[in-house]
Structure formats: C-alpha cells, structure tokens
C-alpha cells in the first residue's frame, strides 16, 4: 500500500481545484456579471463576487425580449420532436433488433455509413423540400427536419440496448399469448427504459441547442427559439447589453443542466450501449 | 443469439414511418444536393439552373485558390491537434481522479461535467463575449490589470486557431473523461498489484496494462469523437464567422466553408459539390473505422 503523503493529496486537489474554476469560468463570469447592478461592464475592476447584486439584468431579459415565447415555441417544437421520434424509432428499432428479414442487414450498414453525414451540408437540399411542400417557416416543418436529422441515432441506438435485452424474457411472453404490441409495451419498454430516456433526452437536447435550421427556416421574432433568439442577440446588438445577453445565457442554460444532470446516470451506460453519441 | 425469422412485410410495415422520415429529411436531400452539384444554380440562375457536369468539383479540387484544399488542410491539421490533446489530457484527468488520495472525486467530477451539460452555442457564444472579446473580454481585462496590452484575440488565424481549440478541448472533454474514467474503473486492480510486485513502473504499468486494457473500452467513443471533431462547425462559425461580425481571421473548416458558400455567396451549385466531396470522404473514413471485425458481428 502508498503511504498517504500530505503534499501529494494537497498537490492533487489544488490541480483539481484549478480543473473545475476552468471548467466553470464562462459560466461562472456570465452569472456573476448577470447579476451585476453596474451595468458599465467596460470598467475594469471586474470580480467574480459583484459588489451590488440586482436583477435587473433579468427582468431586461424577461420583459424587453419575448423570452417567454421563445421558450414557448422550443418547448413545443422539443415535446413534438421527442414525442414523434421516439414514437417512429421505438417499433423500427425493435423490428431490427429482434428479427431477421430479408434487407436487414445492408440497411442498418447504409444507415451507419448515413449517420456520419452532418445535415448541415444538404441544408440547402432540404431548404428547396420543404418550400415545395410549403413548410418553410412553419412548425411542422421544423418538427419533420428535427425527428428526420434524429431518426437515424433513435433507431441504432435503442436497437443496441434492445440487442443486450435477453430473447428468453419475450419467448416466455409469447407463449403466454402476448402479442407483438404487448410485448413492446409491457417488456421492451420498461427493461430499455434507460435507453429510451438517453435517447428522448438527447433529442430534446439537440433540439434545444440548434440554431442553424432555426434561424434559416424560420423568420419573425415570434416564431423564434431560444437558440435562434439568443443567436439575434447578440448579432445585432454590441457591448452594451453583454450583462443582459449573460443572463438570458443563464436562463436559457438553466433547463437543460437541469435535465442533464437529473438523467446523468443514465447517460453514459444509455448511450455507450448503442455506440453512437448525438 | 438467436433472432426471430419473420414476415418481412411486416417488419418493414412496422419500421416504415421511421424509415420514410429518414428517406425524406436525409436520403433524398443527399440526391438532390448531388443533382445540385451538377448545376450551376446561383442566385442569378435561381429559377433556370443549367447542368454543367463535374465543373463545380473541378472548380474545388484543382484550382489552388478556391479555398476549399487550403480548408482540407486546417480540416485534417484541426482534427488531428484536437484528438490528441483531448486524449492525453482526458487520460491524464481521468487517471488522477481515480487516485486513491482523491477524497471528493465525486464533486470534482461533477463540476467538470458542466461544459459538457451546458447547451453548446450558449457556450460558445459565453466564450467568444466573455472571454476573447478585445474590450470587454475577462483575458483581456486581466492583461490589462497585469500592465500589459490587450490582444485582438480572434483577429489573426494562429491565435482563432488556438482560441477555437481551447474551446473545442473545454466543450469535449467531459465526455472523453467521463469514458475514460469508466474504463478505468472496470480494469481489474489485480494486474496493477501483480506488475508492482514484480517491480513494473507506474510509466510501464501505464503502457503494458492500462493502455491495452482502455483500447476496447474507448475505441468507440475516440472515433465517434475523430468525426464529431472533424464535422466541427459551430465552434469556427461562431467564434469567428458570423456575418456581419467576421473578427478577421481567415481559418475554415470544410464544413463551414460549404455553409458559407451555400448561404452567404449564394453559390449553390459550388457548395453542393464540396457537400458530396465531404460525404464522400466521410463515407470512406467511416467504411474503415466503423465496420472493423467486431462491430460487424454485433449487426
């Protein structure tokens, strides 16, 4: 056994100490300039610590924007996407974990090969689509691109943790009488519950975080996410509404720390299973 | 494992919507932006684009100032400076966290999941304003303070180079870490005691079992990563290439070099060439990396 040397264990939680102020340095600047009652951030005697604490900064992000409607429209564009997603990979994924038929196997390698294709370079592509079905600037188009670009890491991902459920729990099942549907409700769903979860969770995060579809497909402040509202933030206005942009950060920062770290213990075993990450 | 054999038209029934929806938002974009690359649709030749055959992907793999090589280049040099600073400073925090001497691994490790957790253009955006703006960014408030000058931080391709890795490596190494240390935890403590008692040295330790032991563990996180990194675009773009708020420097990667002319010079045609040349690309690298023996029996 090592003998427990003081130095070293001072050593070791100092580097660590310095790991983690890295790690939160953006976050903790924007939080503490967010709740800063000076707002002239040009002056350089900046602390972490503010000496006059106020929310101003806050109330600016709540009443001069329409945060609320922002969150409004991501909320409702995420709850579809995830709803839609999971609703379409959860059969696919258990049709091409637990039978074999004819073209199953090219499908899922063309599927892989696809995966590594970052929608971002046939936007254009997609752009022209949905302007002849007429779904540029609306919701359900943003829905359809959202659950199209995530099908594919649904699918492979949950037949992954599906794969790892044992054949002999579903035999037992069927000879019981139970039909497919059956199955897949009251044994696939629970047992792949932690699958399931990353899987919906990692939606609802791609959703929340992208911008790029956002601001190209949808025009108006109202129809604006918290992405793409942020995104106008801080392309139009310059210096002086950085304490308001930090705090809107915050806000909009908030819900998703939350959920991740709700869902952390299921994050690395839902989704190294599956061997694909979002 | 055994798998059922069943009425093919059912299971494909079964799988079509998901199936549909992949054919229609990824499969047939990826045709149609083939067909594009073949045109010269423009914003002048918006309504009557003529096909001009193989022109575009001349244009962009033979003439040396289209840009497009000089951002394979950065693409390949990016990736690769990424890779492997994520790797041996993922490894190193990793190994340390899981130090005997560690008595708050725990918090530590939570505190550094954050930059992972944190929506990523929000941090992102809280980088390129809170720290590396010229006038009001933190490092240069410090510099000032210490009596030096402040620095145009993203103005100069070397220094946005380096400015977007360090942001790159603060937004990826939870994930690597959070791998690593989970293969660390899973390697039997009993080879370390064994090689210690037969004199090994922690370097040898490191190298002989460690490593070895980690390989299958990681090796699909580290090329999920490989691509991740390589597709990288929200970082440069913006970091640096927003339109209206260029900082100056001239660095692409692929990928925002086709964003840019898709959506900023309008030049559709050209850009859904450099599209197809990256999926190509793509295609190769992940023919090679993804289907190597084991994963094929898992399918």
Same mark, same amino acid.
């Given at each position: 056994?090592?003998?427990?040397?003081?130095?070293?264990?001072?050593?070791?939680?100092?580097?660590?100490?310095?790991?983690?102020?890295?790690?939160?340095?953006?976050?903790?600047?924007?939080?503490?300039?967010?709740?800063?009652?000076?707002?002239?951030?040009?002056?350089?005697?900046?602390?972490?610590?503010?000496?006059?604490?106020?929310?101003?900064?806050?109330?600016?992000?709540?009443?001069?924007?329409?945060?609320?409607?922002?969150?409004?429209?991501?909320?409702?564009?995420?709850?579809?996407?995830?709803?839609?997603?999971? !609703?379409?990979?959860?059969?696919?994924?258990?049709?091409?974990?637990?039978?074999?038929?004819?073209?199953?196997?090219?499908?899922? %390698?063309?599927?892989?090969?696809?995966?590594?294709?970052?929608?971002?370079?046939?936007?254009?592509?997609?752009?022209?689509?949905?302007?002849?079905?007429?779904?540029?600037?609306?919701?359900?188009?943003?829905?359809?691109?959202?659950?199209?670009?995530?099908?594919?890491?649904?699918?492979?991902?949950?037949?992954?943790?599906?794969?790892?459920?044992?054949?002999?729990?579903?035999?037992?099942?069927?000879?019981?009488?139970?039909?497919?549907?059956?199955?897949? %409700?009251?044994?696939?769903?629970?047992?792949?519950?932690?699958?399931?979860?990353?899987?919906?969770?990692?939606?609802?995060?791609?959703?929340?975080?992208?911008?790029?579809?956002?601001?190209?497909?949808?025009?108006?402040?109202?129809?604006?996410?918290?992405?793409?509202?942020?995104?106008?933030?801080?392309?139009?206005?310059?210096?002086?509404?950085?304490?308001?942009?930090?705090?809107?950060?915050?806000?909009?920062?908030?819900?998703?720390?939350?959920?991740?770290?709700?869902?952390?213990?299921?994050?690395?075993?839902?989704?190294?299973?599956?061997?694909?990450?979002? | 494992?055994?798998?059922?054999?069943?009425?093919?038209?059912? =299971?494909?029934?079964?799988?079509?919507?998901?199936?549909?929806?992949?054919?229609?938002?990824?499969?047939?974009?990826?045709?149609?932006?083939?067909?594009?690359?073949?045109?010269?649709?423009?914003?002048?030749?918006?309504?009557?684009?003529?096909?001009?055959?193989?022109?575009?992907?001349?244009?962009?793999?033979?003439?040396?100032?289209?840009?497009?090589?000089?951002?394979?280049?950065?693409?390949?040099?990016?990736?690769?400076?990424?890779?492997?600073?994520?790797?041996?400073?993922?490894?190193?925090?990793?190994?340390?966290?899981?130090?005997?001497?560690?008595?708050?691994?725990?918090?530590?490790?939570?505190?550094?999941?954050?930059?992972?957790?944190?929506?990523?253009?929000?941090?992102?955006?809280?980088?390129?304003?809170?720290?590396?703006?010229?006038?009001?960014?933190?490092?240069?408030?410090?510099?000032?303070?210490?009596?030096?000058?402040?620095?145009?931080?993203?103005? !100069?391709?070397?220094?946005?180079?380096?400015? =977007?890795?360090?942001?790159?490596?603060?937004?990826?190494?939870?994930?690597?870490?959070?791998?690593?240390?989970?293969?660390?935890?899973?390697?039997?403590?009993?080879?370390?005691?064994?090689?210690?008692?037969?004199?090994?040295?922690?370097?040898?330790?490191?190298?002989?079992?460690?490593?070895?032991?980690?390989?299958?563990?990681?090796?699909?996180?580290?090329?999920?990563?490989?691509?991740?990194?390589?597709?990288?675009?929200?970082?440069?773009?913006?970091?640096?290439?927003?339109?209206?708020?260029?900082?100056?420097?001239?660095?692409?990667?692929?990928?925002?070099?086709?964003?840019?002319?898709?959506?900023?010079?309008?030049?559709?045609?050209?850009?859904?060439?450099?599209?197809?040349?990256?999926?190509?690309?793509?295609?190769?690298?992940?023919?090679?990396?993804?289907?190597?023996?084991?994963?094929?029996?898992?399918?």
């Amino acid at each position: 056994m090592k003998k427990k040397n003081p130095l070293k264990i001072f050593t070791i939680n100092i580097f660590f100490i310095i790991a983690c102020f890295f790690a939160l340095l953006p976050i903790l600047y924007a939080f503490s300039l967010s709740l800063n009652a000076n707002s002239s951030i040009l002056s350089s005697d900046f602390s972490f610590i503010p000496k006059v604490l106020s929310l101003k900064n806050y109330k600016a992000v709540f009443v001069e924007k329409p945060v609320i409607m922002w969150f409004l429209n991501t909320f409702s564009l995420a709850f579809f996407t995830v709803i839609l997603s999971l !609703s379409v990979s959860i059969p696919a994924a258990y049709m091409f974990s637990e039978f074999s038929f004819k073209g199953k196997k090219p499908i899922i %390698r063309i599927l892989i090969l696809l995966y590594s294709f970052p929608s971002i370079l046939s936007m254009f592509a997609i752009y022209k689509l949905l302007s002849n079905l007429n779904l540029i600037n609306t919701r359900i188009g943003l829905v359809i691109v959202y659950t199209g670009t995530m099908a594919i890491f649904g699918l492979i991902n949950m037949k992954g943790y599906f794969d790892t459920i044992p054949n002999e729990i579903e035999d037992a099942a069927r000879l019981d009488g139970a039909s497919d549907f059956m199955v897949v %409700r009251k044994i696939i769903i629970p047992l792949a519950r932690p699958s399931i979860i990353v899987t919906g969770i990692q939606v609802l995060i791609y959703v929340w975080n992208e911008y790029i579809f956002a601001i190209n497909f949808m025009t108006g402040s109202d129809k604006f996410t918290l992405a793409s509202g942020l995104y106008t933030m801080q392309a139009t206005e310059k210096s002086g509404s950085w304490a308001v942009f930090s705090a809107a950060s915050i806000v909009i920062s908030i819900p998703i720390l939350t959920i991740f770290f709700l869902s952390q213990k299921y994050m690395i075993s839902g989704l190294t299973s599956g061997g694909v990450k979002g | 494992m055994k798998l059922k054999k069943n009425d093919s038209f059912k =299971c494909y029934l079964i799988s079509s919507p998901s199936l549909a929806l992949i054919a229609l938002i990824v499969v047939f974009p990826i045709i149609y932006t083939f067909y594009i690359s073949l045109t010269n649709m423009n914003t002048y030749h918006w309504f009557n684009p003529e096909i001009i055959g193989f022109k575009n992907y001349k244009q962009a793999l033979f003439v040396m100032d289209s840009g497009f090589l000089k951002a394979i280049f950065i693409t390949i040099v990016w990736t690769a400076v990424n890779m492997v600073f994520q790797m041996v400073i993922a490894f190193s925090i990793a190994s340390l966290l899981n130090s005997p001497l560690l008595k708050y691994r725990r918090l530590y490790k939570t505190i550094l999941m954050f930059p992972w957790a944190m929506p990523g253009y929000v941090s992102i955006l809280l980088w390129k304003t809170g720290m590396f703006n010229s006038q009001f960014g933190l490092l240069n408030q410090w510099l000032t303070k210490l009596g030096f000058s402040s620095i145009r931080w993203l103005a !100069s391709d070397l220094s946005a180079f380096i400015c =977007c890795t360090v942001v790159n490596l603060w937004l990826a190494l939870p994930f690597m870490i959070m791998i690593i240390d989970g293969g660390l935890q899973s390697i039997d403590r009993s080879f370390y005691e064994s090689a210690t008692m037969d004199g090994a040295s922690t370097f040898c330790k490191a190298v002989k079992i460690t490593i070895p032991c980690l390989k299958p563990i990681i090796g699909p996180a580290v090329i999920i990563t490989l691509f991740t990194t390589f597709k990288q675009f929200d970082i440069i773009y913006l970091m640096t290439r927003q339109p209206g708020s260029q900082t100056g420097s001239t660095i692409q990667t692929i990928i925002t070099y086709a964003y840019e002319n898709a959506f900023i010079s309008n030049n559709y045609g050209y850009s859904s060439s450099i599209s197809i040349i990256i999926f190509i690309m793509l295609m190769v690298f992940a023919r090679f990396s993804l289907f190597t023996n084991k994963k094929e029996e898992a399918l």
